[in-house]
């Protein structure tokens, strides 16, 4: 099946009278015959449902949808994007271990590796994306465990070279994570380029109409966790009586891990109604997607040849450094998510801002509305102009995420604003 069916036929194929639609199984629990297929479930060789802390039927229904519009082998929801980085990384690294991550990538998965992982024993090198491989060689250590980055990174809109860092991954025998929250696999599908593992934010294009939060966790099933640096696959797990994960579950022994181990412990667990609502969005994900490139697209341009703006950040920009990288990773366009820099710094920015009318002001992105956010006085307003500047955030730098309304609406609006200002 091609993306656009996969939307809407993968993960729940109903039988003769069922629901149409998916069911929300709201149940905690689940009840059996015998104490003994119970003792089965816990020693993980019979398969069903334990508790839906683990699994729910709703919930995996999405889960094989998203493992299928990724080409993995198994997906683990999560009840946010955050919690997906987490149980990503810590079903791999381990106190003492160490990651190489570009830069660029989003302000909350920055605080979660510099300062709460790194209190738990896991360091993190941060790297130029855009540096040569021998530069970004350097950044690797004895420890390091993984490398991760962001397909579309937030708010440069910088287009990572998957190829290039699956290499320099792969030459140091680890896995290579990707974010690819604001490509979606509508618009790439990183394991295709060498990716080991695939994580998103399902609060963001995927359910794509800011009513749910959402993480998942996609495994490729391709990197080899048996090559010696990677005991907790390849030794007994003494949770489940000495079960070893590579030799039980091969291919997708990174993700059963991810759900029996570390779901199991930290509870970070997707709900059935909240997988429910997922599931909508993702049915209309391709048509969405289509039009917010479409959409982002003309915004860009139109920004572009503005006199009131001093710079447009949109890989289909002619003269966007990642002109180049998005006509190959993202050949069917750039995301809704455009970044620009007004004349006249803070206050410019501001008046801006306050001016619009059909753009809603919100700390989010990837809305079927379009939104807008100015980084100075919200989500970085601790830092003054000249931190702001030494952050890569020009005190005029306004973030806007690119609706399905009609274009000429969009652009009437950002037209006034920028009149007022
Ligand atoms: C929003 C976001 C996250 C965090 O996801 P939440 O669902 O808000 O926890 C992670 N990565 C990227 C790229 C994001 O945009």
Request: net charge negative; aromatic share 8%.
């Amino acid at each position: 099946m091609k993306l656009e069916t996969q939307c809407l036929h993968e993960g729940y194929t109903p039988g003769n009278g069922d629901t149409r639609t998916l069911p929300i199984y709201q149940s905690t629990t689940y009840t059996y015959d015998s104490t003994d297929h119970i003792g089965a479930l816990f020693d993980l060789t019979a398969p069903g449902h334990m508790y839906s802390r683990i699994s729910n039927p709703t919930v995996d229904a999405v889960e094989q949808k998203i493992a299928a519009l990724e080409g993995g082998v198994g997906a683990l929801c999560t009840s946010s994007g955050q919690a997906a980085t987490l149980i990503a990384v810590l079903n791999i690294l381990n106190a003492g271990d160490h990651l190489v991550s570009t830069g660029t990538i989003y302000g909350g998965t920055i605080n979660l590796l510099a300062v709460t992982l790194k209190r738990l024993g896991i360091e993190t090198t941060f790297v130029d994306a855009d540096a040569s491989e021998e530069e970004l060689q350097k950044a690797f250590q004895p420890n390091t465990k993984a490398v991760f980055g962001e397909t579309i990174a937030n708010p440069a809109i910088a287009v990572l070279d998957i190829e290039k860092f699956a290499r320099l991954a792969h030459k140091n025998g680890v896995p290579l994570i990707v974010d690819n929250t604001f490509a979606t696999p509508f618009l790439c599908r990183p394991f295709e380029y060498g990716a080991d593992i695939v994580l998103h934010s399902t609060t963001k294009y995927m359910d794509g109409h800011a009513v749910q939060m959402g993480g998942v966790i996609v495994d490729s099933g391709n990197f080899d966790w048996t090559n010696g640096k990677f005991p907790a696959f390849t030794q007994p797990d003494d949770s489940y009586h000495g079960l070893i994960y590579t030799q039980s579950f091969g291919k997708a022994a990174y993700i059963t891990k991810a759900r029996v181990q570390l779901m199991r412990d930290f509870g970070a667990c997707q709900s059935a109604f909240g997988a429910f609502l997922l599931n909508l969005g993702l049915e209309t994900l391709p048509l969405r997607m289509e039009r917010h490139c479409q959409n982002a697209d003309r915004v860009a341009h139109f920004l572009a040849q503005s006199e009131k703006v001093e710079s447009v950040s949109y890989p289909t920009l002619e003269g966007n450094p990642y002109r180049e990288l998005a006509q190959k990773y993202l050949p069917k366009g750039s995301s809704g998510v455009v970044s620009f820099t007004i004349r006249g710094g803070r206050d410019a920015a501001v008046r801006f801002m306050d001016s619009l009318k059909l753009a809603s002001l919100v700390v989010h992105v990837a809305d079927i509305r379009t939104c807008a956010l100015h980084p100075a006085s919200a989500t970085h307003r601790q830092l003054t102009d000249a931190q702001l500047v030494a952050a890569g955030i020009n005190p005029g730098l306004i973030r806007l995420s690119v609706g399905l309304e009609h274009i000429d609406d969009i652009l009437e609006d950002l037209s006034q604003a920028l009149a007022k200002v």
